[in-house]
């Protein structure tokens, strides 16, 4: 992939295609995980990808460039969040076509999608470093060492962030009457 | 053990990561404990919910509006043969603080309104201070060639002292 930004910074067209083919479904689905609303997330994964451009220059080839990018993803999402927290509405309703158990019947598969959608939400009502943890552990599946690598924090600190953002989430479930 | 504290650990009792000791009190109080149990019963199910929320595919439309992005952007300047990436580590930290510092001082003598006045006063008073020395050893040095003359006065004061008080010049 080194190659691929060498390529992109003499100008090619395809090279830069590569990079947006590799990288442009998990940046916005970090964005829309993060700030819960489609366009907004498509609105922010543009910008990401305008600042990837303008910051290739900078890459080191010895660094890492999947985590780079993350980072820088993650950064522009923090900013922005900080920038805009206070125009925040709520977020997109969870999708309701989503897969269920087959098996189930359907008072629990509304209460399965209640049950999501209060945790869909509840991302909301959380820190944004909180947040951005349990997307990429929990959600997302990445390991710690990605994650600390993409946060800038020790493996200890993602840890103890996703923690603190299951016991929020577990407490806004309990607030809002949800089936354990 | 208290509820609150129970509410940090189980998670990490969750993963089954916790000291022998500090689980057997935990699992104590979870006896006891309606509430913690609620909690610990929701914590289970957050993973699976979490991990059930899928990924969205991106359009056609943002696909094309990131292809296009060269297109819209100004190329990027390539990086230089050489960087100042060296005046912003950690160890030069203290040499810009000291730095600044400086400079911000230096800024009262040449911006501020009354820092004209402040060198003039410093000067006169440097001036004042060096002509009060020059006297001080103006004076030290004539004083060898007065001493004599200082010393006739005294000897012919004491001279008529003895003549006009013979009695007490003699206990002198």
């Known amino acids: 992939m080194e190659k691929v930004v060498q390529e992109c910074l003499d100008g090619s067209e395809g090279a830069w295609r590569t990079l947006v083919d590799t990288f442009s479904k998990r940046i916005f689905n970090l964005a829309y995980q993060f700030c819960g609303r489609y366009e907004e997330a498509e609105d922010l994964t543009q910008e990401i990808f305008m600042k990837i451009y303008t910051s290739l220059p900078k890459y080191d080839p010895k660094k890492n460039l999947t985590a780079w990018v993350l980072t820088l993803a993650k950064n522009h999402l923090i900013d922005t969040y900080r920038r805009t927290k206070r125009e925040k509405t709520q977020r997109d309703d969870f999708d309701e076509n989503l897969p269920v158990e087959m098996e189930s019947g359907p008072e629990e598969i509304m209460v399965a999608t209640e049950e999501k959608n209060l945790i869909w939400q509840g991302l909301e009502k959380i820190s944004p470093d909180i947040r951005l943890a349990v997307i990429l552990i929990e959600i997302q599946g990445r390991s710690y060492e990605e994650a600390a690598a993409i946060l800038g924090a020790p493996q200890g600190t993602v840890k103890s962030r996703v923690n603190r953002g299951k016991i929020q989430l577990a407490r806004i479930l309990r607030q809002s009457g949800g089936q354990p | ?172």
């Not at chain 2, 960087?83 to 912003?88: A, E, I, P, V």
């Open chain 2, 1 to 172: 053990m208290k509820c609150s504290r129970v509410e940090k650990l189980l998670p990490i009792y969750l993963e089954n990561e916790l000291p022998p000791q500090e689980k057997r009190l935990l699992e104590a109080h979870l006896r006891q404990c309606s509430d913690c149990q609620t909690t610990l019963a929701y914590l289970q199910a957050i993973p699976s919910l979490l991990a059930s929320i899928p990924e969205r595919e991106i359009s056609p439309s943002l696909q094309a509006k990131l292809y296009a992005i060269p297109s819209l952007t100004p190329a990027p300047a390539k990086k230089l043969g050489f960087s100042l990436d060296w005046l912003l580590r950690p160890a030069f930290q203290p040499v810009l603080a000291a730095a600044s510092v400086f400079l911000f001082v230096l800024s009262f003598f040449l911006f501020h309104p009354d820092g004209r006045f402040l060198s003039r006063s410093i000067n006169e008073q440097l001036h004042l201070g060096y002509s009060r020395l020059e006297k001080i050893m103006a004076k030290a040095e004539s004083l060898p060639g007065y001493l004599p003359v200082v010393r006739e006065s005294l000897q012919n004061s004491l001279k008529s002292l003895s003549q006009s008080r013979p009695h007490e010049s003699d206990k002198i």
